[in-house]
């Protein structure tokens, strides 16, 4: 397996943060033809979110080329609930800035057949991909998209039993961890391996120890975010709360 050493971008917490990874994810942007995008949600990306739609909402032409590709949903709402993360993103981001609906490919969370429903999202994207841009989140837990602690380095889209440590810190939003859907669909390791370029976020001191594991830690399963340490297009944008602790 080879190892690369993935690009750090290093700032200050807050508006430094924001202003840095909002002009390199836009360079990509400029950069790429009808960009194949998927996006994390969390609390992570929300004033970076904000900052887009202040500082690059009127930039119409970028925006309503973009094609974005969902990360993960959770599985079993209807297609109105605002707790989906396809209707989440579409307020914070998507709807404010004029990404055309009819280019947003996400799950049907109501599929009647989940696992033929994510297999036939990891069709789409062999067909119309590879995703231009990845940019992802960090789990407390290693996460990265919805592949919790124990997935293959191998694995594709498909359904997964959420960890009770995710579901734990996701509690807050459902009103309680009993309330919180036991299953999601993820875009995999290796499919998102595949995008050209891959954006990790990570903010704050309580990710600083997940940050180390993923930077520094043995490259493991248990881990999956380590996994990013074998793929050569990855930028780690992280402020130094994250960074230091
Ligand atoms: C969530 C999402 C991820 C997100 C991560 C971190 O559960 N499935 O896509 O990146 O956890 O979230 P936060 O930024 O709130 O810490």
């Known amino acids: 397996m080879t190892e690369y050493t993935p690009r750090i971008v290093r700032t200050k917490p807050g508006k430094e943060f ?104 990891e069709q789409w994207i062999r067909d119309n991909g590879p995703i231009g841009l990845a940019i992802l989140g960090l789990g407390l ?28 810190t996701n509690a807050a939003y459902w009103g309680g961890i009993d309330k919180v859907p036991e299953q999601a669909f993820t875009l995999g390791l290796k499919t998102l391996a595949q995008a050209k370029q891959i954006f990790l976020l990570v903010t704050g001191s309580h990710k600083a120890e997940i940050l180390d594991k993923t930077l520094n830690g043995p490259i493991t399963p248990e881990v999956p975010a380590s996994f990013l340490r074998t793929i ?5 944008m992280a402020d130094t709360a994250a960074l230091e602790g």
């Open 141 to 168: 837990n290693g996460h990265i998209a919805f592949n919790e602690p124990g997935s293959s380095f191998d694995s594709v889209t498909r359904v997964i039993e959420l960890s009770p440590e995710t579901r734990e």
């Open 232 to 236: 050569a297009n990855v930028t780690i």
């Open 18 to 121: 924001i202003k840095t990874v909002a002009r390199l994810i836009w360079n990509q942007l400029e950069d790429l033809h009808e960009p194949l995008i998927t996006l994390p949600t969390g609390s992570t990306p929300l004033d970076l979110y904000q900052y887009f739609i202040d500082e690059y909402g009127d930039r119409a032409e970028i925006w309503r080329q973009i094609r974005l590709v969902a990360l993960d949903e959770y599985i079993g709402l209807p297609a109105d609930d605002r707790r989906l993360f396809q209707n989440w993103l579409g307020r914070e981001i998507l709807d404010p800035v004029g990404v055309p609906p009819q280019k947003r490919v996400t799950f049907n969370s109501m599929a009647e057949d989940a696992d033929a429903e994510a297999q036939a999202m």
